[in-house]
């Protein structure tokens, strides 16, 4: 069955760059959440879209954007990286219609040098 | 707002003895409750969850929970672990009333450790 895929897989960035992230959710699901887990941290909540428009916002800093596109991908925009930003970024999709579940994509982990 | 409590934050058991992870929640609304595991360097599994009916969930792997809505906890339970046990396990919980935007608050995690 397919799932939910991330890219990239391993990111690595210096200070001050901009990194993109990529979810494309399963088929049909048409909800995408975004959250973040530092190392030996819980995932965080960033931000979630429903049919392209945001739904929700986490923890999310103002140096990050994110928006999802008309065949549901979502990319995560993180710019003026700091070394904190270093972390494991899922993304996760959703069915409102369905009821399906949740579930995660293996992450893109990100490393700020 | 909901907030997920896992008490231990690392379980040691010895390979075939029953263990039980602990998850108490806070919330003012009617959640969802789920376990997920997360092996070394990998994503987050869903081992089961709870939205409504049945108090006592079965998911994969062997691994079952109840949900005990007076004590506020859906505590994870397998009668026989195996040393592909080990890895990390998350409690998460979900506003029940936000259909649809079921955004995840997660517990800090319980680190299983299995002995052979």
């Known amino acids: 069955a397919a799932g939910v895929i991330q890219s990239p897989r391993h990111l690595i960035k210096e200070k001050r760059e901009t990194a993109t992230l990529k979810c494309y959710p399963i088929?049909?699901?048409?909800?995408v959440y975004w959250y973040q887990q530092g190392p030996g941290q819980d995932p965080q909540f960033l931000i979630s879209f429903y049919e392209k428009m945001q739904s929700d916002k986490g923890s999310i800093p103002d140096r990050f954007s994110a928006q999802q596109f008309s065949d549901y991908h979502s990319e995560l925009n993180m710019s003026s990286l700091e070394l904190g930003d270093s972390a494991l970024y899922f993304c996760a999709s959703s069915s409102r219609r369905d009821r399906v579940g949740y579930t995660f994509g293996s992450g893109t982990r990100l490393t700020v040098v | 707002a909901q907030s997920v409590t896992q008490l231990d934050s690392q379980v040691p058991v010895f390979e075939e003895a029953p263990v039980e992870l602990r998850c108490n929640y806070s919330s003012s609304v009617s959640v969802y409750l789920f376990w997920y595991v997360q092996y070394p360097n990998q994503g987050l599994q869903l081992l089961l969850k709870?939205?409504?009916?049945?108090?006592l969930v079965k998911g994969i792997n062997g691994f079952e929970a109840e949900f005990n809505k007076s004590q506020t906890s859906f505590h994870l339970r397998k009668p026989s672990v195996h040393i592909s046990d080990t890895a990390e396990y998350f409690c998460?919980?979900?506003?029940?009333?936000?259909?649809?935007?079921?955004?995840?608050?997660f517990g800090t995690g319980t680190r299983l450790t299995i002995i052979p």
């Open positions: 998460a919980v979900s506003d029940a009333s936000n259909f649809g935007n079921e955004k995840l608050t």
């Open positions: 088929p049909r699901h048409d909800t």
């Open positions: 709870y939205l409504s009916g049945s108090t």
